[in-house]
């Protein structure tokens, strides 16, 4: 192992992010990175429909992977997001106006295609802006690319001339994954029409290296010769993609599951041409509510705009960070895990000293970028808020700050930054996602019994101070004289009478906030609805 690339922290944290870049270490080997020729990860983007939350997600565990390598190595790196937006238009997505229009250009590429919303100089344009506008305001460190940027200003050249010379040994490497149809007429190289702006899937009549032209034939008969460079061509997807990695030394990049195949035929190709393929991870599927794959075109699962209006830009970062080789659900009822997942990872990495190893796997690192900010954080969990806002029917944050500052005085918008946007988060998805699935039972008669001893036990501590804990406890006690077995069972018992739902919070706490003589008056006026009706 060369000096440059002996790590600088051993043992390995125990972290996803480390282990990709300990990947990334052995890839770049023994060739000389620095400050002009960095270790350069990239991520790909198809403008083709709207960014959605999985594109975010690549970049955001790209740069991840990028900040571990940073801290193994101390070797600097570069970050390119990439948009293919010289693919041609093939379809037009089910999420986006003036559908007619588009159709117009189906088959021309993205960048030459007006732009539907009317507001940039083309569809892959806005696509990109919505995309770049995110990335920012995430704060991620990255350098745009532009695929029609890069074909016609040149960037290209030499590699798609590189295409030419190894064209037959390219063709080999596709044809036999192609049905017999396509395998007849299959090219690396799509020449654009010079006359309708079509990307042309056809068969090449003659491959000149020399001069860099290809010559083919369009479908009225009239053969046409096109040089492969400035823009006038562009590849075949998976060949695009090797030609790209040759062309730019990309020595990392992640891809889903669903493209195996396609890395795996590209890195032979790209060995063909001379290069090396990246090192990368392969990650797992994001998933709809009915477990089909989310889609940019179908505009299922949950926008990035839609995530932010029901939880703060942090627990998306913790639930991409979260095992990425696992499927995972990507709907609305997985906001308020992931938000309390992240207010617990920054709780624990607070207790941490900067040069503890344990703070190198913990997510909050990475999401924060090396440092937790100080006001990161909360004193109250955001499934807490969400029951707050239920029983006390929140239609206004001030409604559950009059609870929060009972619980803790010092609790202020001001004092506490996170809490107020969890807080204001927490009205929304309320409204939106709790308040319409409420549905309460009437307790059975053994749990009319616990619930009548609970409210006279809860009466008994009105007007002193009790602890969470002190709560809880009681709770316990009583669940446990009634001879409820497990004791889930009276918990779940709670928040189905009480709450009108399924799960809830840790009862001695809710208590603690929502008051003793609160949470008496919620079980007697239970009692008081469900007088008569047994379940």
């Known amino acids: ?20 870049a300990a990947k990334l270490s052995t890839h ?22 709207l960014p959605h939350i999985g594109t975010f997600g690549e970049v955001a565990r790209t740069s991840w992977v990028r900040q571990a390598f940073t801290k193994l190595t101390g070797l600097p790196t570069r970050l390119l997001a990439f948009s293919d937006d010289m693919d041609a238009l093939r379809k037009v997505p089910d999420n986006v106006p003036n559908q007619d229009m588009l159709r117009q250009y189906i088959g021309k590429p993205l960048s030459r ?30 350098e745009f690319a532009s695929s029609t940027q890069y074909y016609e200003g040149g960037r290209f050249d030499a590699a798609l001339k590189r295409v030419l010379e190894v064209h037959d040994e390219i063709v080999a490497v596709i044809a036999p994954t192609l049905g017999e149809e396509r ?20 068969k090449m009549d003659a491959i000149d290296p020399v001069a860099g032209t290809v010559r083919w034939t369009d479908e009225d008969g009239e053969t046409f010769e096109t040089p492969v460079t400035g823009g006038h061509a562009k590849m075949q997807w998976k060949a695009d993609w090797a030609m790209r990695w040759y062309a ?12 195996i195949d396609s890395v795996r035929l590209s890195g032979r190709i790209c060995r063909i041409l001379g290069g090396h393929p990246p090192a990368g991870l392969t990650y797992e599927l994001f998933l709809d509510q009915n477990g089909q794959k989310i889609s940019k075109s179908k505009g299922n699962g949950i926008s990035v705009e839609e995530w932010l209006r029901y939880a703060p830009a942090e627990s998306l970062g913790q639930y991409m960070f979260n095992a990425p080789q696992r499927a995972k659900r990507l709907f609305f009822d997985v906001i308020p895990k992931a938000t309390d997942e992240y207010l617990a990872h920054v709780a624990k990495a607070k207790t941490l000293a900067a040069e503890d190893p ?38 206004t944050p001030d409604v559950l700050w009059k609870f929060i500052q009972r619980y803790d005085a010092k609790a202020t918008p001001t004092s506490c930054p996170m809490l107020a946007r969890l807080v204001d988060h927490a009205i929304v998805y309320y409204a939106d996602f709790v308040r319409p699935t409420k549905h309460y039972r009437a307790p059975d008669a053994h749990e009319r019994k616990a619930l ?17 804990d002190a709560c809880q406890n009681l709770v316990f006690e009583i669940g446990k004289t009634h001879g409820f077995e497990p004791l889930r069972a009276w918990f779940g018992c709670l928040y189905e009478v009480l709450l009108g739902q399924k799960e809830g919070p840790r009862f001695g706490i809710f208590v603690a906030l929502y008051g003793i003589a609160e949470t008496v008056a919620l079980i007697e006026a239970a009692l008081t609805r469900n007088e008569g009706a047994v379940a």
Do not use: C
């Open 1 to 20: 192992m060369s000096e440059q690339h002996r790590p600088l922290i051993s043992p390995l944290p125990k972290s996803w992010p480390f282990e990709e």
């Open 28 to 49: 770049v080997g023994a060739r000389e990175v620095t400050a002009d020729r960095p270790a350069l990860l990239e991520t790909g983007y198809g403008p083709s429909g």
């Open 113 to 142: 295609v007006p732009d539907p919303f009317g507001t940039h100089e083309s569809f892959a344009a806005h696509n990109n802006a919505r995309l770049r506008s995110f990335l920012d305001g995430f704060g991620f460190e990255y």
């Open 183 to 202: 395998r007849a007429t299959y090219s690396p190289v799509l020449p654009v029409h010079p006359r309708t702006g079509q990307v042309m899937q056809v």
């Open 248 to 259: 730019l030394g990309v020595d990392y990049e992640m891809s889903g599951k669903d493209l």
């Open 358 to 395: 344990a703070l190198l796997t913990n997510p909050a690192w990475f999401i924060h970028k090396g440092e937790i900010p100080a006001d990161a954080g909360s004193p109250v969990t955001f499934g807490m808020l969400l029951n707050l806002a239920s029983v006390a029917n929140a239609e």
């Open 452 to 468: 009548a001893d609970l409210a006279e036990a809860l009466r008994g501590l009105e007007g002193g101070e009790v602890s969470p």
